[in-house]
């Protein structure tokens, strides 16, 4: 015992001493430097600047029909909701919503395809990949606008008719495909040959390597790849306006409201779109959430 306690003596007077120095600093550290409340102040005005107005907006929606376009609110209903799918002159809610939904959805499901199988051909070198990659990156750097004005000309000296599920689906993609490549190239950099390798070695067609080995390890990374696809078409103004054809989408029927509707039915519409924009991105984290809870019971369950 004696013995123990000699060797123990050191360590204990070391620690004590530790304590001591704490509590002489202690004093010192319950104060914040200045910088931080400097810091936290010019955070706090960047927040209200970026979601004042679209809180402003929100609040506005839900006024009665006294209601206008500015603050005081007036009275507090669901007026201007109904008033925007039931009233002709608020403009083509239904089906410009509708046609952008389905636009989103063609957009999302060949971004996902291109770009899965663009992420599985790069992982080799082959004659002209370097031209290619930089003709499809080119595409981010051009201004929309313009892209969407070529487009437009494109189909009509070619005596097609510009619509939204032509020629607005190629402009789209020529902005949502670079992205979801990209997203793609650093998924598969993470991605172990070695899997496939061993579902080869087990007798894994390659068809059946790439349903049931590749796709489930690159299903997060995929599911990425289509919010970037619906997210980027869902709101895109720019390579629309002139590829769209006679039928407007949902961003273009919002910049023709703005130009004839002076009623909270514009906030109403930009609600109803702010909710369903993080609906599908709850969803898509929703997603990744749950593949990535079963591949760890998965693992799990292995070991």
């Known amino acids: 015992m004696t013995m123990a ?4 003596g050191p360590a204990a007077a070391a620690r004590r001493r530790s304590r001591s120095r704490q509590g ?3 004093p010192g550290r319950k104060g914040r430097p200045w910088t931080f409340y400097v810091l936290a102040a010019i955070f706090t005005l960047y927040v209200v600047a970026l979601y004042g107005p679209m809180i402003s907006i929100y609040i506005l929606s839900f006024q009665d029909i006294r209601g206008g376009l500015v603050f ?3 009275g507090l209903s669901l007026h201007w909701f109904n008033d925007l799918f039931t009233q002709v002159r608020t403009g083509d809610v239904k089906g410009s919503f509708d046609r952008s939904i389905k636009l989103a959805g ?3 499901v060949i971004t996902v395809v291109v770009s899965f199988l663009a992420g599985l051909a790069f992982r080799r070198r082959f004659f002209g990949d ?4 930089y003709l499809m990156i080119g595409s981010l750097v051009a201004p929309g606008l313009v892209l969407g004005i070529g487009t437009g000309l494109l189909f009509n000296w070619l005596g097609l008719e510009t619509a939204w599920y032509t020629s607005a689906l190629g402009a789209q993609l020529s902005w949502t495909l670079p992205f979801g490549v990209l997203v793609m190239f650093a998924v598969m950099s993470r991605f172990n040959k070695a899997w496939e390798e061993a579902a080869r070695d087990l007798g894994a067609t390659p068809w059946q390597t790439i349903r049931l080995v590749i796709i489930p390890i690159l299903a997060p990374g995929l599911v990425a790849v289509a919010l970037f696809g619906f997210t980027l078409s869902y709101d895109e103004f720019a390579r629309t306006l002139q590829t769209s054809g006679s039928l407007n989408t949902l961003p273009l029927e919002i910049w023709s409201m703005t ?3 002076t ?3 514009l906030y109403a519409l930009g609600t109803v779109t702010t909710i369903v ?3 599908i991105i709850g969803i898509g984290l929703g997603s990744i959430t749950l593949i990535q809870k079963r591949r760890a019971r998965g693992g799990a369950a292995g070991h």
């Open 5 to 8: 306690k000699e060797a123990l």
């Open 106 to 108: 063609l957009v999302t």
């Open 24 to 26: 002489a600093l202690a």
């Open 263 to 265: 009623s909270p039915s």
């Open 259 to 261: 130009l004839n509707v």
């Open 277 to 279: 924009s993080f609906l």
């Open 130 to 133: 370097t031209v290619i990659f």
């Open 72 to 74: 005081p609110m007036k």
